[in-house]
């Protein structure tokens, strides 16, 4: 059915394929490696530049999940997900608006199923203090942008001129921001403004 592909290529075309079947966007050439076992980032580079030479596939080298599938085999053609790009943002402080053009560092492409009629941003964690809800330094949240929260959801909260992400609490005079950190305290406030709810995460291996 590919007769001018190597298996290894095949192999890795069908795995971008799959990928963005399930997930509506491509896999990073480390996620190819652990799913095919491929030992080498090297190897999976050429794979993947002689897939394009050959007009399988089109890369953004900038990038590392820009990959668009130009195959159009009839046995493997893929109904594609749509998919909707969702701004990262650099950071949140008082007095900027979220979504500035100059507070745009890039985009993520997120499944249109999972972001459809939602107001998302995407914010790079700086820190520790979610560590046992399994946010991690480096992580990237997605955030659902809203004023207000319930109880024990997980917020993107302004306290002043900082922002941080926090487990919110309502107390009788005021406000509990609790780290998913054993070694860290409570924040208590009588005034804060919620920015929005984590609603996902997303991790770069």
Known sequence: MYEDLTQRETEVLMFIKRALDSKGYPPTVREICQELEIKSTSTVHGSLERLENK???KKDP???RAIEIMDTNDDFLMIKKKTVDIPIVGCVTAG????AYDNIEDTQPLPIDFAQDKNLFILKVRGESMI???ILEGDYVIIEKSDFARNGEMVLALIGEESTIKTFYKEKDGYRLQPENDFMEPIFVKDLSILGKIVGLYRKI
């Not at 900027?96 to 979504?99: A, R, S």
């Open 96 to 99: 900027m608006p979220i979504l």
């Open 55 to 57: 007009g399988y596939i």
């Open 132 to 134: 046992n809800a399994g």
């Open 62 to 64: 900038t990038k590392p």
